[in-house]
C-alpha cells in the first residue's frame, strides 16, 4: 500500500470506531486485515442484538470449537474481567454468549474460531518514541513476554530484510527455523513485520501504542489472535 | 556556497583557527582564563587576548572588548562566568565572529535563572551566523595543530601524536577521563570536541563534518540526548558507508509511555528502542567509556572482518582454552567461532613446532615457543582461507620470546588484511608493551575479554558494511 493509501485508510479507519479514540478488538482486527495480515475467522454481535444464531456462527466455518470474548473500547483487560471464554462447543455458543451479555450489558460480543497451532507465539508491537518517532517491536509472545524480555526494536519504516536481522537477534529465532520440529515461518513473519511498520508510520503518533499478542503460525500462515491498540 | 559548505567551512576553521580571542585571558594562574591562554600559545593561532583590567597578558597585549580587536578572529574562547558570557556572545556576533566556544557553566543545569541565560544565548545564532559551541564546554583539541582549549589535565603525549579518531563528548569529563585512559597505552586522536548544553552546535554538525572529513577514519560520540533524532540517524547512515560510528548513549530518556502501557511500552523502556535504531542505522554502539575507546581505537586502526572466524596462537594453553570459551560465548553485537584450520595451515604449522605442540585452534605453541614459531605460525593462520580473524596471546615470559618479536609481529601484522589482535597478561610492564604496539601498528589489550570484545566490533563492522552493500 502507497504511503497516501496508507494515511487515508488509517484516517477513515479512526473516524469509524464506535468509541471515538478507543477502537475495540474487532476494530484492530478490521485494521490487520485491510494492511494484510490474517486474523481468525469470526463474527461481531452488537451490544444489545440477539444472542448469535446458528447461520451467523456457521459463517466461521469451523470444526465447531470458538472462542468468545467481550469486545468493547472501553473493556482494555478482558481476560482479568473474565471476558474471554475459550474452546467454547457449538453447541454451547448460545449460553456463552448469553453468559458474557449478563456480564457485560453494554458490550458488543466477539466469536472466533478457535485457531489450532504449534510453536511459539509472537508479539509485534509497535510504539511512539520520543527521540526517534513510531518504532515496531518483535519478540517471544504471550503472557510470559514481559518476563523473557526476548524482543528487538526498529524505527518505522523498514524492509523485510531489515525484519529479518531483526527477528535473527531473538532467543527464541531457531523456533522460526524448525528448532525441534516447532513451525513457523521467519519470511512470511518479516514480511507482516514490514506490513506493520507502514501501518505504524501512519497509526502511531506521540502517545499510541499497538499489541499484536500473540500472532502465532497456524495451517501455514501468520494469525493474529488478540490485538489491542492505544490511540491518543 | 551551499549550506553544507558554509557550515563545513566554519566547524574548520573551528578546529583549525588562524586567529583566536581568549576572553577572560588573565596573568592570574590558576584562573582557567590563564590555564586556557597558556594553553593556547603551543599552536599556532594569533593570540588576542580580552580583558578591561590588564594591559599586557603572558606577553601579548590585551584588548579591553571584542570590540576593540584589530580585526574579526577565528574563533572567540569565552572563559568568564555565565552572566557575562551571554553578553559577550552578543558582542562577538556583532563583530562577525564565526565561531564562540563557551566554557562557563551554570545555565539550564542551574535552574531558572540560568534557563532564561541560556535562551537569551539562543537567539545569538539564530539571529547571526555565528555558531556558539557549549555553552558548559571543554572545547576541542587538535593534535595536529595543537590548538587546545582544555583546561583540566588530559592525556600525555601520546594523544599528541594524533590518528584518525574523532572524539565528540557531551560530557566534558567523560571525554577526558576516556582520553587518559585511553593514552596511557596510545590513542590515535584526530580531535576532541566537547559538546556541553549543545545550544547550537551539537553531535549532528560533528557527525556530518568528520564523516566528510578526510583525516577522520572513525567517529566516537559520547551523548546523553540525541538531537534531531531521525536526522542523526540519516547521517550516520551515510557515514558509516566510509567509516566506523561508535556511540555511548547514557541516560534513560522517559519513554512517552501513556499510563495505559501496552507490552510492547513496558517492554520498551526507551532503551531498547535506541539499541534498535543504532543497529539499523550503523551506528556501533559501546556501554561504557572503557568500550568506547577500545572500539574506537581498534576500529581506527584494523581492517573490518570479513566473517566471525577466529584463529588463536598461545604459548599458554589455559589461556587458549579460556579464548575460545569467550569466543564462543554468545554475544548480541556478533556470533564468532573458532576456525576450522585448513589441513594445509596445520601441516605448515607442524613445519615449525615442537611436536607436542597442538597444532589445532587454538594453537598451542607451549612454552617450547621462541619469536620464530610464533611470527611463523601467526603467518600461516593469517593466509588460512578458514580464517578471518587472529588473535595472538603474547607474553613475555619464556625466555626464548624476546621484545625482537614485537618488530617481527609488526611486520606481518601490518602486512595483512586481515584483522590481528594481540593480548598480553597484565602486570607491571603491560603499558609500555602496549603503547609500543601501539606505536608499530598493533592493537594490544591487557585482558582476554576485551581483546574478544574488541573482536565483534570489527565483525559487527564487517556486517555493517555488507548490509549496506559495501565491501567490508
Redesign the interface.
Given at each position: 500500500m502507497s504511503g497516501t493509501g496508507m494515511a487515508a485508510m488509517v484516517e477513515q479507519w479512526r473516524s469509524s470506531l464506535s468509541i471515538p479514540g478507543k477502537p475495540n478488538e474487532w476494530e484492530c482486527k478490521g485494521l490487520l486485515r485491510s494492511v494484510g495480515i490474517a486474523v481468525p475467522a469470526g463474527v461481531f454481535i452488537e451490544a444489545g442484538n440477539a444472542p448469535a444464531s446458528d447461520s451467523e456462527v456457521s459463517v466461521l466455518g469451523t470444526a465447531g470449537r470458538c472462542v468468545v470474548k467481550v469486545c468493547s473500547g472501553d473493556i482494555?483487560h478482558k481476560t482479568e474481567q473474565g471476558g474471554v471464554l475459550l474452546d467454547v462447543a457449538e453447541n454451547r455458543l448460545p449460553a456463552a454468549v448469553a453468559a458474557l451479555r449478563q456480564r457485560f450489558p453494554s458490550a458488543g460480543i466477539l466469536v472466533e474460531e478457535m485457531v489450532p497451532y504449534r510453536g511459539g507465539e509472537i508479539?509485534i508491537?509497535?510504539?511512539?518514541?520520543?527521540?526517534?518517532?513510531p518504532?515496531v517491536?518483535a519478540?517471544a509472545g504471550g503472557i510470559l513476554?514481559?518476563l523473557y524480555?526476548d524482543?528487538?526494536?526498529?524505527?518505522a519504516p523498514?524492509t523485510a530484510e531489515?525484519a529479518h536481522?531483526?527477528l535473527e537477534?531473538l532467543t527464541i529465532y531457531p523456533t522460526l527455523r524448525g528448532y525441534r520440529g516447532l513451525s513457523g515461518d521467519a519470511d512470511s513473519l518479516a514480511d507482516i513485520l514490514s506490513k506493520v511498520a507502514g501501518l505504524a508510520l501512519e497509526l502511531i503518533r506521540?502517545?499510541c501504542?499497538?499489541?499484536i499478542?500473540p500472532i502465532v503460525w497456524s495451517r501455514d500462515r501468520w494469525v493474529a489472535l488478540d490485538v489491542?491498540a492505544?490511540i491518543? | 556556497m551551499s549550506t553544507l559548505d558554509a557550515n563545513f567551512k566554519k566547524i574548520d576553521k573551528l578546529l583549525n583557527p588562524e586567529s583566536v580571542a581568549v576572553v577572560g585571558a588573565s596573568n592570574t594562574k590558576e584562573k582557567v582564563g590563564n590555564i586556557i591562554f597558556e594553553g593556547l600559545k603551543r599552536s599556532r593561532a594569533r593570540l588576542y587576548p580580552v580583558n578591561p583590567h590588564e594591559d599586557v597578558i603572558s606577553g601579548h597585549k590585551s584588548y579591553p572588548q571584542i570590540s576593540d580587536l584589530p580585526g574579526t578572529v577565528d574563533v572567540a574562547v569565552i572563559t568568564v562566568r555565565a552572566e557575562k558570557a551571554v553578553d559577550i556572545a552578543e558582542q562577538c556576533a556583532r563583530n562577525r565572529i564565526d565561531n564562540i566556544i563557551i566554557v562557563a557553566g551554570g545555565f539550564a543545569e542551574a535552574g531558572e535563572h540560568g534557563k532564561t541565560l541560556e535562551e537569551r544565548l539562543r537567539a545569538v545564532p539564530k539571529r547571526s551566523g555565528s555558531r556558539i559551541l557549549g555553552p558548559n564546554s571543554l572545547g576541542v583539541f587538535v593534535p595536529e595543530n595543537n590548538f587546545d582549549t582544555i583546561f583540566v589535565e588530559h592525556g600525555d603525549r601520546a594523544l599528541a601524536e594524533g590518528g584518525g579518531i574523532a572524539f565528540v563528548s557531551q560530557s566534558g569529563s567523560v571525554g577526558v577521563e576516556a582520553l587518559g585512559l585511553a593514552s596511557n597505552t596510545g590513542f590515535p586522536m584526530r580531535a576532541f570536541v566537547g559538546l556541553g548544553n549543545k545550544i547550537d552546535l551539537n553531535e549532528l554538525d560533528f557527525l556530518k563534518f568528520f564523516g566528510a572529513d578526510d583525516k577522520t577514519d572513525c567517529i566516537a560520540l559520547y551523548i546523553e540526548n540525541v538531537e534531531q533524532g531521525r536526522r542523526f540517524l540519516e547521517a550516520a547512515r551515510e557515514v558509516s558507508r566510509h567509516k566506523p560510528v561508535i556511540a555511548l548513549k547514557a541516560g534513560r530518556t522517559p519513554s512517552g509511555v501513556s499510563a495505559v502501557s501496552s507490552h510492547t511500552g513496558k517492554l520498551a523502556g526507551s532503551d531498547r528502542v535506541v539499541s534498535g535504531a543504532f543497529r539499523q542505522y550503523g551506528i556501533q554502539r559501546a556501554f561504557d567509556d572503557e568500550e568506547l575507546c577500545d572500539a574506537a581505537k581498534t576500529l581506527s586502526y584494523l581492517p573490518p572482518a570479513r566473517g566471525n572466524r577466529v584463529a588463536v596462537v598461545t604459548g599458554a594453553g589455559g589461556f587458549g582454552v579460556m579464548c575460545a570459551d569467550y569466543i564462543e560465548t554468545d554475544n548480541p553485537r556478533a556470533r564468532l567461532r573458532m576456525a576450522e584450520l585448513s589441513t594445509g595451515t596445520i601441516s605448515r604449522i607442524r613445519e615449525k613446532t615442537p611436536p607436542f605442540a597442538s597444532c589445532h585452534n587454538p594453537v598451542d605453541l607451549t612454552a617450547a615457543v621462541n619469536n620464530e614459531m610464533f611470527v611463523h605460525t601467526l603467518g600461516a593462520l593469517l593466509q588460512d582461507a578458514e580464517v578471518d580473524i587472529v588473535i595472538c596471546i603474547t607474553f613475555f615470559a619464556p625466555h626464548a620470546v624476546t621484545d625482537k618479536l614485537i618488530d617481527r609481529m609488526a611486520e606481518v601484522i601490518t602486512g595483512s588484511d586481515k584483522p590481528v589482535l594481540v593480548f598480553t597478561e597484565y602486570g607491571p610492564f603491560t603499558d609500555s608493551y602496549l603503547k609500543e604496539f601501539y606505536r608499530k601498528g598493533m592493537i594490544g589489550f591487557p585482558s582476554l575479554t576485551r581483546a574478544v570484545r574488541a573482536v565483534r566490533f570489527l565483525v559487527e563492522r564487517g556486517r555493517i558494511l555488507s548490509a549496506l552493500g559495501e565491501r567490508p
Open positions: 482494555v508479539i508491537g509497535a510504539l511512539h518514541d520520543p527521540t526517534f518517532g518504532a517491536m519478540g513476554t514481559e524480555k524482543v528487538a526494536f526498529r524505527l523498514f531489515e536481522l531483526m537477534e506521540e502517545g501504542q499497538l499489541d499478542n489491542k492505544i491518543a | -
